[in-house]
């Protein structure tokens, strides 16, 4: 079986999963996400490729609100609170591993 064999068969069994199982497993990962607060966004980025910002704007976009809302409700509060909080400075080898996953994204 093919890498796109098996990305099929992960779509098809993705796309047939019930609405509310998908929306508990959703909001288990934004749960989770705001209580590791020490996970931070660029090492997200650096291993997955995506952070809690970016799930935020995924909320936005297909809840047609802006980005600052979606965010919030990912973060648990307001964008600049969690940034006080939560939030430190990128080293440069950290942005180095969010370039590398970045590029690896559809």
Do not use: Y
């Amino acid at each position: 079986m093919s890498c796109s064999d098996d990305q099929a068969i992960s779509t098809d069994a993705l796309e047939t999963l019930d609405d509310a199982v998908a929306a508990a497993a959703f909001r288990r990962l934004v749960r989770l996400l705001q209580h590791r607060g020490d996970a931070a966004n660029i090492d997200l980025m650096g291993l997955a490729g995506f952070c809690r910002n970016c799930l935020g704007d995924w909320i936005a976009e297909a809840g047609d609100m802006d980005k600052e809302t979606g965010r919030a409700i990912v973060h648990g509060m307001p964008t600049a609170d969690w940034k006080a909080r939560f939030h430190t400075p990128a080293t440069p080898e950290q942005l180095r591993r969010m370039e590398e996953s970045m590029a690896k994204n559809p």
